[in-house]
């Protein structure tokens, strides 16, 4: 059935055209963030998933497999 599948697709684009929003948004989702993306409070570091970036005034948390000491710093 993918040719079914893609004119279903189809016609809820244009439905979504002609709403001015996508037809099958969660109701429940659209009333919590109207559109705007959540802002991250934490970041998560792991050793096999290290961060790059985050936001600024986020929490950092630091995941280790083990106990261990931690500088924070620039420069060595």
Same mark, same amino acid.
């Given at each position: 059935?993918?040719?079914?599948?893609? !004119?279903?697709?189809?016609?809820?684009?244009?439905?979504?055209?002609?709403?001015?929003h996508?037809?099958?948004?969660?109701?429940?989702?659209?009333?919590?963030?109207?559109?705007?993306?959540?802002?991250a409070? !934490?970041?998560?570091?792991?050793?096999?998933?290290?961060?790059?970036?985050?936001?600024?005034?986020?929490?950092?948390?630091?995941?280790?497999?083990?106990?261990?000491?931690?500088?924070?710093g620039?420069?060595?």
């Open positions: 059935m993918p040719l079914a599948w893609a !004119h279903a697709e189809f016609i809820k684009l244009l439905l979504s055209r002609q709403l001015a996508p037809f099958n948004r969660p109701r429940a989702t659209w009333r919590r963030y109207r559109g705007r993306p959540p802002i409070r !934490h970041a998560f570091w792991w050793p096999h998933a290290p961060l790059l970036s985050f936001s600024a005034g986020a929490r950092l948390a630091i995941a280790l497999p083990r106990p261990a000491s931690l500088h924070w620039i420069n060595d």
